[in-house]
C-alpha cells in the first residue's frame, strides 16, 4: 500500500523535482502524514508554473525537508497541514521580458469544473521554518530572510474556522471567493550595489517585524481559472534609519530594476487586461432556497473582489536620515559634525488598481472619496477633452444633424472620473449590439470604430494616501537635550478630523491586448492639505547638501537617453489647501518688547501648481492669454536695456519659450502616424503657479494679544516658470493683481532685518555646497515680477495722544455701501453657520482664508469671519486684517466655492453597501448562518483594522492641534477691537512697479523700477480703526487702463535702484586650505528723480527712529543721484518758549544731488561729477540733453530691435512650420490625384469587366442555342 502510495507521489512530483527517488519520501498512509527530504525543484518548470513577473527568472529552488498531516476524516472542515523547513531560493533579473517555456505547457494542470479536490487543495495551510531568497541583477546583488512563515486559510473577518467559512460561492454567477492570510514573523532584507559608481556605497539594511497580508481569490467554477484577487499587506510600525550612502545605495538598486521591470510589466498587463475583458459570467444552477439564494447573493456582492487590486497598510513608518562625511554633509560650522532628520508618516495607505476600466467608477475603492475629489473633475475633463479631440483629428469630417444626437453618444453620460460611464450595469462594453447599429447607421464607419476602441480604454491607478505626517527639524551632536521640534507638520484642526493630509494619484492608460492606438497621457495629481512649514536655517541648508548628493544616483544609474528622444511626457497638477510657511524669532527675541513678534506667517488658501494649461474659455489665470498679459505687462513696465538701473549684461526674464508657449507655437511634433503618443502634442515644460489668494500676519506679540497683524493683505500671485532640459538655468515671470498692501512698524521691521540675514546666510550656504559638487554646472535663475501698486503704511507712536480722529485717512473711506456690504456679509454668514457648520469639534474660533478676486469688480475685498460665534447685524465689528472677506457676491464665491468644496472634498464618505456576499460548502444553510452571523457592515477586515487605528491616532493628533489652535496664530474679529491705542501713520505710495532679480555665476543683482512716489499721513488714529481701512483699502483701488504699444519705450522712472553683490575669490587660510564662505562686494544704487513730497516733522523724526537697527551692521557702500526733488517740511512739533513765532515750514528743493557712502562709513555730499571712474555710472547723468535724447533714441531702437529679433524668429518658426504643411498639403494633393487615377482606372477596368462577362453571356446563350438547334 506504501509503495503504489509512493510510487504515485514520485509520478506527480518527478514533473516538478530533479532527481527524487523513492528513499526520500517516507509515509504512513493511515495516519495520514509523510515526510520528503532534500527537495530539488525544476527551476524552469516553476517560474512558468509560478507565474512569475515576466522581468525575474527562477535559477534554484530546494527545500531540506517538507512534511504534511492529513486528516481523512475530516477534510471537509479541517484543512491538510504542508510543514516546510528551510526553503532556499534563487532569482535573477531578465534585462528583456522572460518567454514561456513551451514544454511547462505541458505541465500545466488541465482545466475542469471545480470540484472536491480543489476544495481540499484550496484549503491547504503551508507553515515554513525558514526562507532564504537570493536575488541577483546586473547592479546589485540581495538577500532576504524570512522566518515563521505561514499561510493559512481564513474567514472573511481574519479568523481561524471551519474550512466551510473561508470561501463564498455566489449563487448567480459561477464565482467562488477564497480568504487566506499570509503571515511572518520577521524579515531581513540586504542589498548590496556593485559597479564603479557604487564601490563606496555601503550595504542597505531593513528589518521588518510581524507583518499580515489579507488575500482574496475569486475563481471561476467552470474551469478554476482566477478572476481577480485583493491583496492587503498590513506591517507592524517600521522605524528604518539611513544614512546618505545607504539611501543612494537603494536608489541605484531601485533604478536598476526600474527599465526591466517597466518592460514586461507593461506587456503583461495588456495582455492580463484582455482576457478580464473577455471573460465570461455563466450562471450556475443552485439547490438553495429563494431566501437563502438572496442571502448567499448579498454576502457574495458584499465581499467581492470586482477588480484586481494591491495595497499597502502601514500604520506608522519612522524615517531617520543621516549623512555621512562627504559631498552630502554641508560645511557650515554647525553642520559639520553630522546630522539627522526624522519623518514619520501615520496611516499610510497604497493603492494599486492595475486592470481598471476608464469608464467604470470607483465607488468600490476602499476609503476612495470619487465625487468630493477635485482629481476627479480634472481628470473627466481632459479625458473628454482627448476624446473629442482624437475624434476631430481621426474624423474631422462634419456630422449631420442626425449624427450629432447618435445613440453612442446617448447611451453613455459622463461622469467625474472618467471618460464616460454607462447607465445600465448589464452593458459591459462600449460595441453593444443595438448601439452599435444605431451608430453605424447615423454616424461615420470611422467614428464607431474610435468610439468602440474608447470603450475599452483601461488604466493603472496608484493612489497615495497618508494622514498625518511630520518632518521634525535636523538634530546635530549638540549637547543641548531638547524635544524634536517640527519643520514640516500638519494642521488639521481647520479640516475635518478624518480627512486625509496627502492625496496622490498616478494613472497610465492603454488599451488590452497587442493594440497601437492613441491613449491620453499619464496624469499625476497631489493634494496637500494644511501644513504648517517653518524656515530653518540648519535644516534647510542641510537638505540643500544631503539631496542633490542622493539624486546624484539616479542620474548614475540611469541609461543614457538616446540622442533626440524626448524628455518623459506626463500631465501633473498639484494643489496645496491653506499652507503656511513660518519665519520663526531667534534668539534675539526680547519679551519685553510688546509689539515685537514671535514669527511671521505666510499664508494662501490655494496654491496650485501645474503643467496643464486652463481652457481658453475659462477667464481665470492660467490660461496662456493669461501669460501673454503677463509678458505684455512686463514689457511694458521694463525700463529700456542699458538705462538705469538695467545694464547691457542683465538677463532677460521673458524667454523665448515663454512667448512661443503664449502664441501656441511650441507644440510637439507627433507625426501623422496612428501611435499611443499621437495626441501629445501641447508642452509640458511651461509651469504655472497660482497663489489665490497671499497674505502674511506677524504673530506673538503682547500688544496685540498674541493676535495676528497683518504685514501684507490678501493679494492673488500668479507666476510661470519655464527651464532648461538640466533644470540649471529658471526663468520666472510673475504678477500680482490689484493693490498690494503692507503695515510695519519699527519691532516689525527689526524683526523682518533678522529674518533677511538668516535667509541671505542660508542661501549663501546653500550655493556653496551646490558648488561643492563634481557634475555641478553653472545655474542661474531671473525672476521678474509686476505688482501694479504698492502702499506701504509706516506704524509710528502718536505725539497726539488725545487726538482720535481718521480725517487725514480719507484716501481708503468706510462710505455707506461699504456698511451695507458688511451687514449683507455677515447675516449670511451667520445663515450659514446656521445651516452648514465646518465641524462640530472645532474650536472657539475658526479660521477662514480670504475670498478671491472678484472678476466683475476686479477688487480683492476682504473682511474677517468668525465662524463659531455668531456676530451681530447691528454693530458688525471691524474687520481683521488678513482673514477676511468683503462685498457679498465676492464672500459668496470664495468662501462656498472654497470651504465648503474643500470640506466636502474631505470629509470621509460613511455610505455602507447594502452590497453581501454568500459562501458554499456542501452545507450552504449552515454556511450562511454562519457567515451572517460574523459579518459586519465593513466588508474587509484588513481595511477596517486600519481604519480603526486611524481613528485612535486621529485623536491624539486633533488633541494636539486643538491645543496649539489656541496659540497665538488664531485669527478674531473680537481680539483686534480690544487694543484701543492711538498710533499714527505714514503711507507711501508706489505704481507701475517693476522688479528683476537674477543669480549666476556667484554674482546676484536686484533691479528695480517705480513711478508716482507719494506720502500720506495720518497723525493720530485707533489701532483697530486703522486695521479696519487698512484691510478695504484695495477697495477704493482700480488698475488704470494699460497701455496698448508694448514697444514704446518707458519714460525715466521716478525711483529706480540696483542692488550688485560680487563674489569674491577665497583666500586660503593658514594651513593653505580654503574652506567657508567666499566675500563678496555689495554697491547699492539709486535714482530719485521728479519728486515732491511734503511731511510733518514729526513723521519725518519717527521715520528716523524707525529705521534704525539695533544692532551695528557694517556700512554697505551705495550712490544716491537726487534729481528734481522737492521736500515740503511741516514743523508740527510745539514750541519750547512762549515767546517763540509760530513754526514755518520749510521747502527744500534739490535740482541735483549726489550722495555716496564707501565702505568705511563715510557720506559725501556733492554735485554729480564725470570722471574715468564714473563717467559710465548708471546714476551718473549726461552733461547735455542732446546726448541724453540720443542715448534716449538709442535705447528705443535697441529695445525696438530686441522685440523684432524675437518676432523674426517666431516668424522663421513659423514660416518653417507653413513649410512643412505646404509639404504636407501638396503630398497630399499628390496623393489624392493618384487615388483619383486610380479609381478612374478601377472604374474603367469595372466596365471592362462589365463588357467582358455580358460579352460572355451572349456567347453563353449562343452556344445553348446552337447545341438546342443540333438536338
Known amino acids: 500500500m506504501v509503495t503504489i502510495i509512493k510510487n504515485q507521489l514520485l509520478k506527480h512530483l518527478s514533473r516538478f523535482t530533479k532527481n527524487l527517488s523513492p528513499e526520500q519520501i517516507s509515509l504512513s498512509a493511515l495516519r495520514g502524514s509523510g515526510e520528503l527530504q532534500d527537495l530539488t525543484l525544476d527551476e524552469e518548470l516553476l517560474t512558468d508554473l509560478l507565474e512569475l513577473p515576466g522581468w525575474v527568472r527562477l535559477t534554484s529552488a530546494k527545500c531540506n525537508r517538507a512534511s504534511f498531516r492529513i486528516q481523512w476524516t475530516k477534510l471537509k472542515t479541517v484543512p491538510i497541514v504542508l510543514n516546510l523547513d528551510e526553503v532556499h531560493i534563487a532569482l535573477e533579473v531578465c534585462q528583456e521580458p ?197 442571502i448567499l447573493a448579498r454576502m457574495f456582492a458584499k465581499h467581492d473582489v470586482r477588480e484586481t487590486s494591491y495595497h499597502l497598510l502601514a500604520p506608522r513608518i519612522d524615517l531617520h536620515l543621516c549623512d555621512d562625511p562627504g559631498l552630502g554633509r554641508s560645511e557650515k560650522p554647525s553642520l559639520s559634525n553630522g546630522g539627522a532628520l526624522q519623518v514619520t508618516l501615520v496611516s499610510m495607505q497604497a493603492d494599486l488598481f492595475p486592470y481598471h476600466k476608464a469608464s467604470d467608477d470607483r465607488r468600490h475603492w476602499r476609503g476612495y472619496r470619487e465625487a468630493a475629489t477635485p482629481h476627479s473633475q480634472w481628470l473627466s475633463q481632459a479625458l473628454s477633452s482627448f476624446c473629442t479631440t482624437l475624434l476631430d483629428s ?229 490660461t496662456r492669454a493669461d501669460l501673454a498679459s503677463i509678458l505684455s505687462a512686463l514689457r511694458r513696465s521694463a525700463p529700456p536695456r542699458g538705462q538705469f538701473p538695467c545694464a547691457v549684461d542683465d538677463m532677460d526674464p521673458i524667454h523665448e519659450q515663454f512667448i512661443l508657449h503664449a502664441d501656441n507655437l511650441d507644440d510637439i511634433d507627433r507625426g501623422t502616424s496612428i501611435t499611443p503618443e499621437l495626441l501629445w502634442r501641447e508642452n509640458r515644460a511651461v509651469w504655472c503657479a497660482r497663489v489665490e489668494p497671499l497674505w502674511a500676519d506677524f504673530c506673538g506679540a503682547r500688544a496685540t494679544n498674541y493676535k495676528p497683524a497683518p504685514l501684507l493683505d490678501a493679494t492673488p500671485l500668479t507666476a510661470w516658470i519655464c527651464f532648461d532640459e538640466n533644470m540649471s538655468r529658471i526663468w520666472v515671470v510673475a504678477r500680482t493683481c490689484g493693490l498690494a498692501g503692507l503695515q510695519l512698524n519699527h519691532y516689525q521691521m527689526l524683526f523682518l532685518m533678522r529674518q533677511l540675514e538668516r535667509i541671505s546666510e542660508m542661501s549663501a550656504w546653500l550655493a556653496h555646497d551646490a558648488e561643492r559638487q563634481p557634475d555641478a554646472e553653472e545655474g542661474s535663475i531671473v525672476i521678474g515680477v509686476v505688482v501694479p501698486a504698492v502702499e506701504l503704511t509706516f506704524v509710528l507712536p502718536s505725539n497726539c495722544p488725545g487726538q482720535e480722529s481718521s480725517r487725514d485717512l480719507d484716501s481708503v473711506p468706510l462710505d455707506s455701501s461699504s456698511l451695507q456690504d458688511l451687514k449683507m456679509e455677515h447675516q449670511a454668514i451667520s445663515t450659514l453657520e446656521a445651516s452648514t457648520p465646518l465641524e ?113 491616532s486621529g ?145 519725518a523724526l519717527a521715520l528716523a527712529e524707525l529705521i534704525e537697527d539695533e544692532v551695528v551692521a557694517p556700512p554697505m557702500p551705495l550712490e544716491v543721484l537726487i534729481e528734481n526733488v522737492k521736500l515740503h517740511l511741516i514743523e508740527d512739533r510745539p514750541t519750547r518758549s512762549i515767546s517763540s513765532p509760530p513754526p514755518q515750514p520749510l521747502d527744500v528743493d534739490l535740482t541735483t544731488l549726489r550722495m555716496t557712502r564707501d565702505t568705511a562709513g563715510v557720506v559725501r555730499l556733492g554735485p554729480p561729477v564725470s570722471t574715468p571712474s564714473t563717467i559710465a555710472s548708471p546714476a551718473t547723468p549726461q552733461p547735455t540733453p542732446e546726448l541724453d535724447e540720443a542715448k534716449d533714441k538709442i535705447d528705443r531702437l535697441n529695445r525696438e530691435n530686441e522685440e523684432l529679433r524675437k518676432r523674426l524668429v517666431t516668424l522663421s518658426r513659423i514660416a518653417e512650420d507653413n513649410r512643412e504643411l505646404r509639404a504636407k498639403v501638396e503630398e497630399a494633393s499628390v496623393l489624392r490625384q493618384c487615388v483619383h487615377a486610380a479609381q478612374q482606372e478601377a472604374a474603367s477596368l469595372l466596365a471592362d469587366k462589365q463588357e467582358l462577362l455580358e460579352a460572355m453571356r451572349i456567347l453563353q446563350e449562343q452556344l445553348s442555342g446552337g447545341c438546342r438547334g443540333k438536338r
Open 840 to 952: 462640530d469639534n472645532c474650536c472657539s474660533e475658526a479660521t477662514m482664508a480670504p475670498s478671491m478676486m472678484d472678476r466683475d469688480s476686479g477688487v480683492l475685498a476682504t473682511t474677517s469671519v468668525e465662524v463659531c460665534q455668531p456676530i451681530p447685524i447691528e454693530e458688525p465689528p471691524p474687520p481683521s486684517p488678513g482673514l477676511s472677506f468683503g462685498g457679498f457676491s465676492s464672500m459668496r464665491r470664495g468662501f462656498t466655492s472654497l470651504v465648503t468644496s474643500i470640506d466636502s472634498a474631505l470629509t470621509r464618505d460613511d455610505t455602507r453597501s447594502d452590497a453581501a456576499s454568500t459562501a458554499s460548502s456542501d452545507s450552504d444553510r449552515y454556511v450562511v448562518v454562519g457567515l451572517a452571523a460574523e459579518s459586519p457592515d465593513d466588508a474587509d477586515m484588513a481595511f477596517r483594522e486600519f481604519e480603526h487605528g486611524r481613528a485612535s
Open 955 to 1099: 485623536v491624539e493628533v486633533a488633541a494636539e492641534v486643538v491645543e496649539r489652535s489656541s496659540s497665538p496664530s488664531d485669527h478674531s474679529v473680537t481680539s483686534s477691537c480690544r487694543r484701543r491705542d492711538v498710533i499714527s501713520t505714514s503711507t507711501w505710495r508706489l505704481n507701475n512697479i517693476h522688479i528683476v532679480q537674477q543669480s549666476g555665476g556667484g554674482n546676484t543683482s536686484l533691479r528695480l523700477a517705480a513711478d508716482d512716489l507719494k506720502s500720506d499721513e495720518c497723525s493720530a488714529i485707533p489701532w483697530d480703526e486703522f486695521q479696519n481701512k487698512f484691510s478695504m483699502r484695495a477697495r477704493a483701488w482700480s488698475e488704470p487702463a494699460a497701455d496698448g504699444d508694448e514697444l514704446a519705450a518707458r519714460p525715466a522712472p521716478n525711483v529706480a535702484a540696483r542692488l550688485v553683490r560680487t563674489q569674491l575669490p577665497r583666500q586660503p587660510d593658514e594651513k593653505g586650505q580654503v574652506s567657508g564662505l567666499a566675500p563678496y562686494d555689495e554697491l547699492l544704487e539709486a535714482r530719485v528723480r521728479d519728486l515732491s513730497i511734503a511731511l510733518n516733522m514729526s513723521t
Open 394 to 622: 481621426l474624423d474631422p469630417r462634419p456630422l449631420t444633424p442626425s449624427n450629432k444626437t447618435s445613440q453612442s453618444e446617448k447611451v453613455e453620460e459622463p461622469v467625474s472620473n472618467g471618460i464616460k460611464h454607462k447607465q445600465p450595469p448589464t452593458q459591459h462594453s462600449a460595441s453593444s449590439a443595438p448601439s452599435t447599429n444605431t451608430t453605424t447607421s447615423q454616424a461615420s464607419p470611422t467614428r464607431t470604430r474610435i468610439l468602440q476602441q474608447l470603450g475599452k480604454l483601461m488604466t493603472t491607478c496608484l493612489v497615495l494616501r497618508i494622514d498625518d505626517f511630520t518632518v521634525y527639524k535636523v538634530s546635530t551632536g549638540s549637547k543641548s537635550r531638547e524635544a524634536p521640534r517640527p519643520l514640516v507638520s500638519a494642521e488639521k484642526a481647520t479640516l475635518p478630523g478624518d480627512a486625509g493630509l496627502l492625496h496622490a494619484e498616478l494613472t497610465f492608460f492603454y488599451y488590452p491586448g497587442d493594440v497601437c492606438f492613441p491613449v491620453p497621457a499619464p496624469k499625476m495629481y497631489v493634494q496637500l492639505s494644511p501644513v504648517r512649514i517653518s524656515v530653518d536655517v540648519p535644516s534647510v541648508v542641510w537638505l540643500g547638501a544631503f539631496l542633490p548628493h542622493v539624486a546624484r544616483a539616479l542620474k548614475q544609474e540611469e541609461p543614457e537617453q538616446e540622442e533626440g528622444l524626448p524628455p518623459p511626457y506626463m500631465d501633473v497638477r498639484m494643489e496645496a489647501i491653506m499652507p503656511k510657511i513660518v519665519l520663526e524669532a531667534g534668539s534675539e527675541h526680547v519679551s519685553q518688547q510688546r509689539d515685537r513678534p514671535k514669527e511671521l506667517q505666510i499664508c494662501t488658501a490655494r496654491a496650485t501648481l501645474t503643467n496643464v494649461r486652463e481652457s481658453p474659455r475659462a477667464n481665470s489665470a492660467g
Open 98 to 294: 522572460r518567454v514561456m517555456n513551451p514544454s511547462a505547457a505541458g505541465a500545466l494542470p488541465v482545466p475542469g469544473k471545480y470540484s472536491y479536490i480543489h476544495k481540499v487543495i484550496d484549503g491547504i495551510s503551508v507553515a515554513v521554518n525558514h526562507v532564504q531568497i537570493d536575488f541577483n541583477c546586473e547592479a546589485f546583488t540581495s538577500s532576504v530572510q524570512i522566518s515563521r512563515v505561514t499561510v493559512e486559510s481564513r474567514t472573511p473577518e481574519g479568523r481561524k474556522g471551519d474550512l466551510r467559512l473561508t470561501r463564498i460561492k455566489s449563487p448567480d454567477t459561477g464565482q467562488l471567493l477564497i480568504f487566506k492570510e499570509l503571515e511572518w514573523q520577521s524579515a531581513r532584507i540586504e542589498a548590496k550595489a556593485h559597479g564603479a559608481a557604487a564601490a563606496n556605497l555601503p550595504p542597505l539594511r531593513l528589518l521588518l517585524g510581524n507583518t499580515h497580508c489579507r488575500i482574496v481569490i475569486k475563481k471561476r467554477l467552470s474551469d478554476c481559472s482566477v478572476v481577480g484577487s485583493r491583496l492587503a499587506i498590513c506591517p507592524e510600525p517600521l522605524a528604518w534609519a539611513l544614512t546618505d550612502g545607504q539611501l543612494r545605495a537603494a536608489l541605484a538598486c531601485a533604478a536598476a530594476l526600474a527599465q526591466p521591470v517597466r518592460r514586461a510589466t507593461a506587456a503583461a498587463t495588456r495582455a492580463k487586461a484582455l482576457r478580464k475583458i473577455e471573460e465570461p459570467r455563466e450562471p450556475i444552477p443552485t439547490k438553495s432556497t429563494s431566501g437563502e439564494r438572496d
